[in-house]
Structures are given as C-alpha cells and as structure tokens.
C-alpha cells in the first residue's frame, strides 16, 4: 500500500496482478472505506504472449492453429475471426455446408462457456452443489464438441476457406441428445439460479452497469445485453449460417420484465442463451445444405492462394463474452504484413470500475466474475495496511463471500 502511511481510510487494497480470482494477470488497486469500495482502478496488459508476433512468421494456414490457442475456452471462434478476415482478402469463398458446420461449433462452444460460467459463479457465491451440478452437464457439451473434431480443447477443426471435418449422420443422434439433456435442464438450472432467495439476494441491484454506462464503455456481448443494450453480432451483423437462422439478441427484459444491469441479470442473460444456442444448433442440423466443407482442398493451391493476396480485412464474430475481432494486412508475402487481435474480454474491462463502486469487499469475487474475464491467476494477493503486511488468499477472499452470503440467509 504504497503512499499509505499515516493516512486512515480510505485505504487501499491491491489485488493482483496475478490472483486466483482472476483469470489473467491484471492489477486491481482498491480505495476502501471500511468494507465499503470507495474507487477503484486496474491495469491490465501483463500477460503479453507474442502470439501476434509469433503469428506474423508463419503462414496463414499455420497461424490457425495459434489463434485456437489465444484462448483454452474460446478457440472457435478465435479461428473463425481470424479465418474469416483471410478468406476476405484472397477472396475465398467458403461453402455453404462448412458456414452451418462452423455454427454449431460455435454455438456448443458458447454453451459449455456459459455453463463453465455458471458453476463459477455459483462457486463465489458459496454455493459448490451447485457449481458440480453445472459443471458435470457441462460435461456432455465437451463430449459432443470431442465427437465433431477430435479434441476437447483446441480443436483445429476451422481452418482457411472452411473445415477440417464433415458433420456426418451417425453423429446427429449424439448432437440430438445432448440438446435434447440442456433443453430438459435449463428449467432446472433456471430455477435453481434464479428462484433461490440466497443468489438473488447476493446478486439483486450488485454490480450495476446501467445501459447508458453500457453503450458508453462500449461493452459487448452478455455484459451488454444484460444492461439492455441490444447488440449481437449473430443478429446486426450475420455471418456463417446465421443470416439464414432466426436469432435475437437475448436481453433480461423479455424474460423478467425488467432490466437493472445488475449481477442477476447477466446470469439471466447466460442461461437464457444456453437455450438458444441450442435452438440454433437444431435450425441448422435442419438445414445443413450437403456439398464440399473447403473451398479449396489441397494445400499447397490455398498457400499460394494465401501468398499472392494483398490487402486488409477485419473478421468478427460473437464470442461467448461478446464480440471477438481479428485484423489481418497481407502485402503478397507468405506471413501476414500485420495481424492484431482484440478479444471481447479488452471491451468489457472497464465497466468493472461503476459495477464495482459503493459495493462490498465480499462483493468483489462474484462482480468481477460476472463479466466472464479470461484472466489467469495465482494463488495470492497482499493487502498492506499501517506499515503492516498480510497476504490474502483465494480462500480467505472467498470466505468472506460465503460468510455474507449465510448472513443475508439467515
């Protein structure tokens, strides 16, 4: 707590940059008056990979298999922006059957995300039951997604000008039970979120993000709609099979009747579009058209497709926590002249400062989570305070959620 001698409150409270309740290195510098978040402030930018600049030495068809690895949770669609931006500049027209496959990956990658989610937040609101619960459906997503390219994480099924692997018949029965398990579930789940006074009470009115705030930070995906703001890449911008699909943007509203910004309504929004995405993944085994999954399939002829294009081009898709973009230059040369990714979490940083002012410090686990960050962690935190020093741990931070949590309960 550096320049903090002498003072007394607000004094200030640094967690990270690295903390098991972070999924990625970023600093958190809080101002605290009592258990009350008086300000806050964060810098992020501490886990630099050098993908892009790792990327930018190889071809286009190789640097698919990095983009799947920018993020463990969200490689398709990182491969998709990314794919989609190449095939822009060599004009590579991708088949109509390789756009549905794309979808429904897509789509069962958004559903174990939002599951993983889900058991997340349960687990920072002291409910573990729970978090088992959604983390062993959340299984069933993960089989499927193993059947359809081979791997449960990193799956190298997109590449450029189409995919890797047909959808054959003998896998619609696995695809068909698995949504036929979520569509049974999510009434559950629904409730279990939604009507238990424990949640509701740790989550009602916590973390607001109004939809002024929303618009004005530019957040994107869940984070946004649950603030109102009806944007979704799927629905304003289509791409893949989704012009052909019926897809709106889930917004808390239609389903509470109203929208506060808050915790409890990115949970709504999440769960919600868990029952979506399986819709979606049903129009589109109902509509695949048959035909080529790859626009071109030999190699060595989509190289040098790839090494003559010159240009430059921005694919976008609608990641699970929102919008994910990949800008690609290419200037007739092998690797590309310039390759950047902005990835949704970047969008959606910054609503944590108004969510998190005027809470409580049992209150930063489940506000910060409910964005979804992709942050990495370690496990500790110090806090300094009157030239004294003490480490806080994940398991004393989470502590204090449960203790608030069986205090409203009781």
Not at 22 to 51: C, N, W, Y
Not at 59 to 68: E, G, K, M, Y
Request: charged content about 25%; hydrophobic content about 35%.
């Amino acid at each position: 707590m550096s320049g903090n001698e002498g003072k007394k409150a607000p004094y200030v409270v640094p967690i990270g940059p690295t903390h098991p309740a972070l999924k990625e290195p970023v600093m958190f510098t809080f101002k605290m008056e009592g258990e009350s978040i008086k300000d806050v402030d964060f810098a992020p930018g501490q886990t630099h990979r050098g993908i892009e600049w790792m990327g930018m030495r190889r071809n286009p068809v190789q640097i698919v298999h990095l983009t799947d690895r920018i993020c463990g949770i969200c490689g398709v669609h990182h491969t998709l922006a990314f794919a989609r931006a190449v095939e822009q500049i060599a004009e590579i027209e991708v088949p109509p059957r390789a756009d549905y496959i794309r979808t429904i990956l897509a789509e069962f990658e958004r559903i174990q995300s939002h599951l993983l989610w889900a058991g997340v937040a349960a687990h920072e609101l002291g409910f573990d039951s729970l978090l088992h619960l959604t983390w062993r459906v959340r299984e069933q997503s993960m089989d499927v997604i193993e059947n359809l390219t081979g791997n449960r994480v990193n799956y190298g099924i997109v590449q450029v000008g189409g995919v890797r692997r047909d959808i054959v018949p003998d896998q619609h029965k696995i695809i068909e039970d698995c949504l036929s398990t979520y569509e049974g579930l999510l009434g559950k789940l629904l409730d279990l979120f939604l009507h238990d006074r424990s949640i509701t009470l740790r989550c009602r009115d916590r973390g607001v993000l109004s939809r002024q705030q929303a618009l004005e930070l530019c957040t994107v995906g869940p984070t946004a709609r649950a603030s109102g703001v009806n944007a979704d890449l799927r629905q304003d911008y289509p791409y893949c099979a989704y012009g052909d699909l019926d897809i709106t943007a889930v917004l808390p509203d239609q389903h509470m009747g109203e929208t506060r910004g808050d915790v409890y309504d990115r949970i709504v929004v999440r769960l919600i579009e868990v029952g979506q995405s399986c819709g979606i993944v049903r129009q589109c085994l109902d509509q695949m058209p048959s035909g080529p999954i790859t626009g071109e399939e030999k190699l060595a002829k989509l190289l040098a497709i790839c090494k003559k294009a010159r240009g430059e081009a921005i694919g976008r898709v609608e990641a699970p926590r929102g919008e994910c973009f990949h800008y690609v230059r290419m200037n007739g040369k092998e690797s590309p002249e310039g390759w950047k990714v902005k990835a949704s979490s970047y969008s959606n940083l910054m609503s944590w400062i108004p969510m998190l002012r005027g809470e409580q410090i049992a209150d930063i686990p489940i506000i910060v989570a409910s964005i979804d960050p992709c942050l990495s962690c370690t496990d500790r935190v110090a806090v300094v305070k009157d030239n004294s020093r003490q480490i806080m741990t994940k398991e004393e931070l989470h502590r204090l959620s449960v203790e608030k949590t069986r205090r409203l309960s009781s």
